[in-house]
């Protein structure tokens, strides 16, 4: 993620974006002067209050991302014929899996968050449940 708060025309902001571009770094992450944009890195907060503002930005941007997730969700009811296919059982353990792997490879409890993506895709079936008894009213 490259930040956007230094000045556009900044020789050093078009170096870092260069260096992304041409080693093709997707994960490359630059910091340019967060708290210009109101954000502060956890080392940069100096109370209890400043840190559980960050805490709810970063809530929203994942609700948000859960909120774009389920519009996928019900876009692939298209192309879902049965009751099965909406359940998908390889699928659905192959995400929990996935998921789990995914998080102890950032250092997080792989079980914990197979649990919230097994909510998640529970919520997801349930949803294209519904929308697909609409399409067939």
């Not at 890195?41 to 970063?58: G, Q, V, Y």
């Amino acid at each position: 993620m490259i930040g956007l708060n230094k000045s556009l025309f900044s020789p050093v902001y078009f170096v870092q974006i260069a260096f992304a571009l041409i080693l093709n770094l997707q994960n490359i992450r630059v910091y340019m002067s967060p708290s210009k944009q109101g954000i502060n890195f956890p080392h940069e907060c100096t109370s209890k209050e400043e840190i559980r503002a960050e805490i709810d930005r970063l809530d929203r941007q994942i609700i948000d991302l859960f909120a774009e997730r389920l519009q996928y969700v019900r876009a692939i009811v298209k192309f879902k014929q049965t009751a099965d296919d909406i359940v998908a059982k390889a699928r659905y353990d192959e995400v929990i899996s996935s998921r789990g792997q995914w998080a102890a490879e950032k250092g997080l409890s792989a079980e914990v968050f197979e649990s919230i993506y097994c909510k998640l895709l529970n919520y997801s079936i349930c949803e294209e449940h519904k929308l697909a008894n609409e399409t067939k009213k």
